[in-house]
């Protein structure tokens, strides 16, 4: 209780400038790309960095954050006829399918200072969702004519909960620390339509990141 | 949708591996299909399976997507005889879940009902949706491309929006007037037959146990006389085969394991039996000479019935014979799984026997009746024999061409130039098209960028050959032209989803 009430009451130096290594994963659960490419979800690895706003002596922190993450699922689609009335008759080629999913995200994140190593936050950022999809129905052949892809793009809105755990680098005295974040929420994406591949994908749903990085 | 090009395929490939390969996942399809294109005024038309929609190429290159809305698919293509006009059949849905509310998809309704039309594809201008029952499945148009028929295969898919679905009508679409109308005629109808010459005037519909005579005349159409095929309840008579004379006035009708043909006067109405060898398998009308050829699987007779005093003469085969063609001046009958090809001259009826080396697969007939070329697969092993059918100094040669094949025997077309007639040959696996010509032999071949299913003429001298890659690819070949092939089509739509009707005037 003493420690709490000491660890409240000391100058707090909430926000930071930061750059960090992040895993996320999307847990869309969509109908197209489970039907067509045979995930509801997707994870990847990206780079998110913050410019603090606030900070020195502020327990509230607020940091304008930039971030990138890819995604991508490469599947063997294995076509097969349901009407087919014998076992060779099942099998009907399959489909090469690469899908890319790049996340551009601009947001704001407040944090709270609590004893210079946990620091809980919210994340709010808008972002714009690349992707692409490219289908190859003879990989093994390079250059033939059914090479073929498409684009797309959505707008996105995500919202996190999260916390931070960061090396005292007061106690320290060190100018540059290192974090570990964690946080949760839910993105709401506009769909996505791939050309004449048609579909609307809507990678709406839950998100959960984690990652590492350098506070400054 | 765009190719992808060879350098950013490889970077591609570096940043998958990076990322893993993760696996495969079941894909319904098929996207399309190669084995059935339909042509119409110069264009290949193929059903996108997945899409719901139709793609129509073109051999400059073009490709355009046709489709009837995102809320219904083209499942069915029908193609008029001389390929000048093309329908659809579409398939909507709804959804009768009573606890569909907020639906939108039909992958998302546990019970969809379906509704079907015909539609007109080609020549564009007329976008009525004609409804068709859920038990049509065999379509026939007339000589003169007026009428449409669809009769029942016996796949009912479903039972219609009143839950009730007639199984002894037959569907009839006037095109000239926009007419569509049902109309009983008995129950499995499966056979249609035009009579009128130039203009089609009536029709004959097999159904079991009867035969109906249509008037198409009158502004609906009307059945006009019904010709029962037993009188004994018990009895089970299912017509097979239909052929009416020259003159129109009499239908001929064989039976499904019966040998009895009945005769059926038009004029009159009457039924007259005549008695056969059996159940033929091949019955074709001699016009030149006012009569009925009838060849049987199993048995080695060709019988010819005359067509003034229904006399049957008698001409002997060395075995029997499943097939039957009729050229000018000579038929060929054979069997798939016999060697024997007979030609018979119809003046004299002297019968030649040809003595294949395999039984055939598949048996061609060039378009100047010159020569057949027969397509066998011994032990797995690619043969093509041909026949030489002409004269020589009044006599035959009788010993066939063989020749060995890299594969299989896939499809044959032929093409004219001066003097000659060519062969154009798929075999299975094989990434080329083969050209031999008749007579020299002159062998040539054309490289396919896949191995292909089929092959058949487009128009004048311009041949398609459509290959089995699941996102589709179609070549083009004219003969002194290169090769020029479309593909990419089978994935448009393939991210689709079928959306449900909504019906304004009821709740889903």
Same mark, same amino acid.
């Given at each position: 209780?003493?420690?709490?009430?000491?660890?409240?009451?000391?100058?707090?130096?909430?926000?930071?400038?930061?750059?960090?290594?992040?895993?996320?994963a999307?847990?869309?659960?969509?109908?197209?790309?489970?039907?067509?490419g045979?995930?509801?979800?997707?994870?990847?690895?990206?780079?998110?960095?913050?410019?603090?706003?606030?900070?020195d002596?502020?327990?509230?922190?607020?940091?304008?954050t930039g971030?990138?993450s890819?995604?991508?699922r490469?599947?063997?689609?294995?076509?097969?006829?349901p009407?087919?009335t014998t076992?060779?008759?099942?099998?009907?080629?399959?489909?090469?399918?690469?899908?890319?999913?790049?996340?551009?995200?601009?947001?704001?994140?407040?944090?709270?200072d609590?004893?210079?190593?946990?620091?809980?936050?919210?994340?709010?950022?808008?972002?714009?969702?690349a992707?692409?999809l490219?289908?190859?129905?003879d990989?093994?052949?390079?250059?033939?004519p059914?090479?073929?892809?498409?684009?797309?793009?959505?707008p996105?809105?995500?919202?996190?909960?999260?916390?931070e755990?960061?090396l005292?680098?007061?106690k320290?005295?060190?100018?540059?620390t290192?974090a570990?974040?964690?946080d949760?929420?839910?993105?709401?994406?506009?769909p996505?339509?791939?050309?004449?591949?048609?579909?609307k994908v809507?990678?709406?749903?839950?998100?959960?990141?984690?990652?590492?990085?350098l506070?400054? | 949708?765009?190719?992808v090009?060879?350098?950013?395929?490889?970077?591609?490939a570096l940043?998958?591996?990076?990322?893993?390969?993760?696996?495969?996942?079941?894909?319904?399809?098929?996207?399309?299909?190669?084995?059935?294109?339909?042509?119409?005024?110069g264009?290949?038309?193929?059903?996108?399976?997945?899409?719901?929609?139709?793609?129509?190429l073109?051999?400059?290159g073009?490709?355009?997507?046709?489709?009837?809305?995102?809320? !219904?698919?083209?499942?069915?293509?029908v193609?008029?005889?001389?390929?000048?006009?093309?329908?659809?059949?579409?398939?909507?849905?709804?959804?009768?879940?009573?606890?569909?509310?907020?639906?939108?998809?039909?992958?998302?309704?546990g019970?969809?009902?379906?509704?079907?039309?015909?539609?007109?594809?080609?020549?564009?201008?007329?976008?009525?949706a004609?409804?068709?029952?859920?038990?049509?499945?065999?379509?026939?148009?007339?000589?003169d491309?007026r009428?449409?028929?669809?009769v029942?295969?016996?796949?009912?898919?479903?039972?219609?929006?009143d839950?009730?679905?007639?199984?002894?009508?037959?569907?009839?679409?006037?095109?000239?007037?926009?007419?569509?109308s049902?109309?009983?005629v008995?129950?499995?109808?499966?056979?249609v037959?035009?009579?009128?010459?130039?203009? !089609?005037?009536?029709m004959?519909?097999?159904?079991?146990?009867?035969?109906?005579l249509?008037?198409?005349?009158?502004?609906?159409?009307?059945?006009?006389?019904?010709?029962?095929?037993?009188?004994?309840?018990?009895?089970?008579?299912?017509?097979?085969?239909?052929v009416?004379?020259?003159?129109?006035?009499?239908?001929?009708?064989?039976?499904?394991?019966?040998s009895?043909?009945?005769?059926l006067?038009?004029?009159?109405?009457?039924?007259n039996?005549?008695?056969?060898?059996?159940?033929?398998?091949?019955?074709?009308?001699?016009?030149?000479?006012?009569?009925?050829?009838?060849?049987?699987a199993?048995?080695?007779?060709?019988?010819?019935?005359?067509?003034?005093?229904?006399?049957?003469?008698d001409?002997?085969?060395?075995?029997?014979?499943g097939?039957?063609?009729?050229?000018? =001046?000579?038929?060929?009958?054979?069997?798939p799984?016999g060697?024997?090809v007979?030609?018979?001259?119809?003046? !004299?009826?002297?019968?030649?026997?040809?003595?294949?080396?395999?039984?055939p697969?598949a048996?061609?007939?060039?378009?100047?009746?010159?020569f057949?070329?027969?397509l066998?697969?011994?032990?797995?092993?690619?043969?093509?024999?041909?026949l030489?059918?002409?004269?020589?100094?009044?006599?035959?040669?009788?010993?066939?061409?063989?020749?060995?094949?890299a594969?299989?025997?896939?499809?044959?077309?032929?093409?004219?130039?001066?003097?000659?007639?060519?062969v154009l040959?798929?075999?299975q =696996?094989?990434?080329?098209?083969?050209?031999?010509?008749?007579?020299?032999?002159a062998?040539?071949?054309v490289?396919l960028?896949?191995a292909?299913?089929a092959?058949?003429a487009?128009? =004048?001298? !311009?041949?398609?050959?459509?290959?089995?890659?699941?996102?589709?690819?179609?070549?083009?070949?004219e003969?002194g032209?290169?090769l020029?092939?479309?593909?990419?089509?089978?994935?448009v739509?393939?991210?689709?989803?079928?959306?449900?009707?909504?019906?304004?005037?009821?709740?889903?």
């Amino acid at each position: 209780m003493i420690a709490l009430l000491l660890a409240l009451s000391a100058p707090a130096v909430a926000a930071r400038h930061e750059l960090s290594f992040e895993y996320a994963a999307t847990l869309h659960g969509d109908e197209v790309t489970g039907d067509v490419g045979g995930f509801w979800a997707h994870d990847g690895f990206g780079l998110r960095g913050g410019y603090a706003v606030l900070r020195d002596r502020q327990r509230m922190g607020l940091v304008i954050t930039g971030a990138w993450s890819h995604a991508s699922r490469v599947r063997d689609g294995e076509l097969f006829d349901p009407a087919a009335t014998t076992y060779d008759g099942t099998y009907l080629g399959s489909l090469e399918q690469r899908w890319r999913f790049d996340t551009f995200a601009l947001g704001a994140k407040a944090d709270l200072d609590l004893g210079n190593v946990f620091y809980p936050y919210v994340h709010v950022q808008a972002a714009l969702i690349a992707s692409g999809l490219r289908l190859d129905d003879d990989p093994e052949r390079p250059g033939n004519p059914n090479e073929l892809a498409a684009r797309a793009l959505a707008p996105a809105g995500v919202f996190t909960v999260g916390f931070e755990l960061m090396l005292p680098d007061r106690k320290l005295g060190w100018p540059v620390t290192a974090a570990f974040f964690f946080d949760a929420g839910y993105q709401v994406a506009g769909p996505l339509t791939y050309g004449d591949f048609g579909g609307k994908v809507d990678l709406s749903g839950a998100v959960v990141r984690t990652g590492v990085g350098l506070r400054m | 949708m765009r190719p992808v090009p060879a350098r950013a395929s490889g970077a591609l490939a570096l940043v998958a591996a990076l990322a893993g390969c993760d696996g495969w996942n079941d894909l319904e399809g098929p996207l399309w299909t190669p084995e059935a294109p339909t042509v119409v005024d110069g264009h290949l038309y193929v059903t996108l399976d997945r899409a719901g929609d139709v793609a129509r190429l073109s051999p400059d290159g073009e490709v355009r997507i046709l489709s009837a809305g995102d809320d !219904t698919e083209i499942s069915r293509l029908v193609p008029s005889p001389d390929g000048t006009v093309l329908l659809a059949v579409t398939t909507s849905w709804r959804c009768d879940d009573p606890d569909a509310g907020g639906l939108v998809y039909v992958d998302e309704c546990g019970e969809p009902v379906a509704r079907r039309h015909v539609r007109v594809l080609h020549p564009e201008g007329d976008d009525t949706a004609r409804p068709l029952g859920p038990a049509y499945g065999t379509f026939a148009f007339s000589p003169d491309g007026r009428f449409v028929v669809a009769v029942q295969d016996g796949d009912v898919v479903g039972v219609g929006d009143d839950g009730i679905a007639d199984l002894g009508a037959v569907w009839v679409f006037d095109r000239r007037d926009g007419v569509v109308s049902e109309l009983p005629v008995g129950f499995d109808a499966h056979r249609v037959l035009f009579t009128g010459g130039d203009e !089609t005037t009536g029709m004959l519909v097999l159904s079991r146990r009867r035969v109906a005579l249509v008037d198409l005349t009158e502004a609906v159409p009307v059945v006009e006389a019904t010709f029962p095929l037993t009188l004994d309840a018990d009895a089970e008579v299912r017509p097979r085969d239909v052929v009416l004379t020259p003159d129109g006035t009499h239908a001929l009708i064989s039976v499904t394991g019966s040998s009895d043909l009945y005769v059926l006067d038009l004029v009159n109405p009457s039924i007259n039996i005549v008695s056969l060898a059996g159940e033929p398998s091949r019955m074709v009308v001699d016009a030149a000479r006012d009569r009925t050829l009838l060849t049987y699987a199993r048995r080695g007779v060709l019988e010819i019935l005359s067509h003034d005093l229904w006399e049957i003469r008698d001409v002997a085969l060395d075995e029997g014979a499943g097939e039957l063609w009729l050229g000018d =001046g000579f038929a060929l009958a054979w069997d798939p799984d016999g060697r024997d090809v007979h030609r018979i001259d119809l003046e !004299t009826l002297r019968v030649t026997e040809y003595r294949l080396n395999w039984a055939p697969h598949a048996f061609h007939v060039a378009p100047d009746a010159s020569f057949a070329v027969a397509l066998s697969a011994p032990g797995g092993a690619g043969r093509l024999e041909i026949l030489d059918l002409r004269v020589h100094d009044g006599r035959y040669h009788t010993d066939p061409r063989p020749f060995a094949l890299a594969g299989p025997g896939l499809d044959v077309a032929f093409t004219t130039e001066e003097a000659e007639t060519t062969v154009l040959l798929l075999q299975q =696996g094989q990434d080329a098209l083969y050209a031999l010509r008749w007579p020299s032999l002159a062998r040539s071949e054309v490289a396919l960028p896949s191995a292909p299913v089929a092959i058949g003429a487009l128009d =004048g001298d !311009t041949f398609y050959v459509t290959h089995p890659d699941p996102l589709g690819l179609v070549s083009f070949y004219e003969p002194g032209e290169e090769l020029r092939s479309v593909g990419g089509f089978g994935a448009v739509g393939l991210l689709d989803r079928t959306k449900l009707v909504v019906d304004d005037e009821e709740a889903r």
